[in-house]
């Protein structure tokens, strides 16, 4: 997935070993996982040449990381080249759980 985070998302995230992110949308501090119980544990922490990117690489509580359902939201090969045009193919066919059981019926599971 991605995510922003801002400097108290990273510094939350170092001080407890867990996901934290900004939400853009809600304008808050996010704990990945808090609704879900979809909990990112940090495996390892890296930061780029420029000191503006982070990247992490976590375990995930529950095996999935998609608000829809997939192990991983990048679930979709996008055809380029000769196939360009083509349609979207799924990497992932099945989901490892159920949406609605996990978030109920809420309109749009990314703001909670």
């Given at each position: 997935?991605?995510?922003?985070?801002n400097?108290?998302a990273?510094?939350?995230?170092?001080?407890t070993?867990?996901?934290?992110?900004?939400?853009?949308?809600r304008?808050c501090?996010?704990?990945?996982?808090?609704?879900?119980?979809?909990?990112?544990?940090?495996?390892?922490?890296?930061?780029?040449?420029?000191?503006?990117?982070?990247?992490?690489?976590v375990?995930?509580?529950?095996?999935?990381?998609?608000?829809?359902?997939?192990?991983?939201?990048?679930?979709r090969l996008?055809?380029?080249?000769d196939?360009?045009?083509?349609a979207?193919a799924?990497?992932?066919t099945?989901k490892q759980?159920d949406p609605?059981?996990?978030?109920?019926?809420?309109?749009?599971?990314?703001?909670l």
């Amino acid at each position: 997935m991605l995510g922003y985070m801002n400097a108290e998302a990273m510094a939350k995230t170092i001080e407890t070993g867990e996901a934290h992110y900004w939400s853009r949308s809600r304008r808050c501090l996010w704990h990945k996982g808090a609704t879900s119980g979809l909990i990112q544990k940090v495996v390892e922490m890296r930061i780029d040449d420029d000191q503006d990117a982070v990247w992490l690489r976590v375990a995930v509580e529950g095996g999935a990381s998609c608000h829809v359902g997939y192990r991983s939201c990048f679930y979709r090969l996008v055809p380029v080249g000769d196939a360009a045009g083509g349609a979207l193919a799924f990497v992932e066919t099945s989901k490892q759980f159920d949406p609605k059981q996990v978030y109920g019926d809420a309109p749009n599971p990314t703001q909670l």
